[in-house]
């Protein structure tokens, strides 16, 4: 026997009452796997005559055993039951239990109800900008920019040069862990490093050695450094800066874009991509403006776990991004000061926000009962096997159909609410 009741929120408590034969045969599973591991002098491990086993086996380690051996089925029969949607790990807690009965019960926190506004024949509207002769001018130097060359100069260290040091830092005339490198290429201006340091390096020369006297932010990940004085001592290598090609025909060729072989046609190019882009950005942001009346015409209660959840979610794929770029996460919080705490914060409105978005699209397509056949599914297994170059029968093996399907759901409930906004 079960029953399902919300004590608050999303969080609810299944209670489960274990009796007759089954209650029996639990303890007796749970009588015979404990009996395997009793050593009693004179006889093989397990294999004692039962009423001395009996004597060395408590009733109560017996009925938590057997508890435990069917608690999982249990608690997964009363998800069925209650078509219930779990978002984090079930807690276990044994009220009572005796030999003709246990009562137990599964602390739950599920998927919250959404109750939905308007979703449909909302106004949407995109705004597309006509492009200026001044971001043309902006994406030629963008260019000219990756195509410069470094070269070594002669003169002092500017604003825009990039300077190869090696570096060392001391606090109270000790060094201090992580504050040391050789060989660096610094960008002057590019703010990567503690404010102040860059700037001391203006006017250096290659050859020079510079002591650079620099306070590290209060805010700092390193509790020893926090708000604390430094002097870095640096050796200056090398000063390179940028040589811009010229703006010319020559210039047009080498950047290999088809049908170029001009500056004007360069600039049209240019032009032609803008406009595109500037296309793409007014319906993205005409979509993001009419999911945002969506959501926030929504109602609904995020449990935090699903939050938490969804912040490690957005932690991992960071550190992930920063892993594939040569980072690792310490060394970024190094770099940048700022702790995993503050880390976490900055990304848990943006986990609030996805966690809502998708529970307001999954409440959509139930409202609107949208369906996902096995054909859209097969489909979608082999655009992902295509995409990333894989077998179609691996990619199943990495995800599950149910999970597909649910995605398709969203995306099906997503253009919904674009297909019949009014334009």
């Given amino acids: 026997m079960s029953t399902w009741n919300i004590i608050e929120k999303s969080k609810g408590e299944l209670k489960v009452t274990i009796e007759g034969q089954e209650w029996k045969d639990a303890q007796k599973k749970a009588f015979d796997k404990l009996a395997q591991n ?18 060395n086996i408590s009733s ?19 998800i069925k039951e209650f078509d219930l949607w779990p978002v984090a790990r079930p807690e276990l807690a044994i009220d009572d239990m005796n030999e003709e009965k246990a009562d137990i019960r599964f602390i739950i926190v599920v998927k919250p109800e959404v109750t939905l506004g308007q979703y449909k024949e909302l106004p949407y509207s995109e705004e597309v900008s006509e492009v200026s002769d001044e ?27 990039t300077a190869v040091i090696d570096f060392e830092g001391f606090k ?21 490093f503690i404010p102040g340091f860059e700037e001391q390096l203006i006017g250096a020369v290659a050859g020079d050695d510079k002591d650079v006297n620099v306070t590290f932010p209060e805010n700092y990940q390193a509790e020893e450094l926090k708000g604390a004085p430094v002097t870095f001592k640096v050796k200056v290598h090398e000063v390179k800066s940028k040589q811009l090609p010229e703006l010319n025909d020559e210039f047009a060729k080498d950047v290999n874009a088809p049908n170029v072989e001009t500056l004007e046609d360069l600039k049209n190019l240019i032009k032609k991509d803008l406009g595109e882009n500037k296309k793409t950005q007014a319906e993205n942001n005409a979509m993001n403006d009419l999911i945002t009346k969506v959501v926030d015409g929504a109602t609904v209660d995020i449990p935090q776990e699903m939050i938490e959840d969804e912040t490690n979610q957005l932690v991992n794929d960071f550190a992930n991004r920063l892993q594939q770029q040569g980072f690792g996460l ?19 409105k943006d986990a609030e926000n996805k966690v809502k978005l998708r529970l307001v699209l999954e409440a959509i397509a139930k409202a609107e009962k949208i369906e996902v056949n096995d054909d859209e599914v097969e489909t979608e297994f082999n655009g992902i096997a295509e995409q990333y170059k894989m077998e179609v029968s691996k990619v199943k093996e990495l995800i599950p ?23």
Avoid: C, W
Avoid at 38 to 55: C, D, Q, T, Y
Avoid at 60 to 77: F, G, P, R, T, W
């Fill in 38 to 55: 009793v050593e009693i002098p004179g006889f093989r491990k397990g294999h004692a005559p039962k009423n001395m086993i009996e004597k």
């Fill in 60 to 78: 109560n380690n017996v009925m938590v055993e057997a508890i435990e051996s069917i608690a999982n089925q249990l608690l997964q029969d009363g």
């Fill in 135 to 161: 971001e043309v001018n902006n994406e030629l130097t963008r260019l000219q920019e990756n195509y410069a060359d470094m070269i070594t100069k002669e003169g002092a260290v500017e604003n825009g040069d």
């Fill in 172 to 192: 109270d005339g000790v060094a201090f862990e992580g504050g040391k490198a050789e060989g660096h290429h610094l960008v002057i201006g590019s703010g990567s």
């Fill in 330 to 348: 310490d060394q970024f919080m190094q770099m940048t000061g700022q702790t995993m705490e503050q880390i976490r914060e900055q990304m848990g």
């Fill in 401 to 423: 159909s149910s999970s597909l399907a649910e995605d398709i759901r969203i995306r099906k409930a997503y253009d919904l609410i674009k297909d019949t906004a009014t334009k």
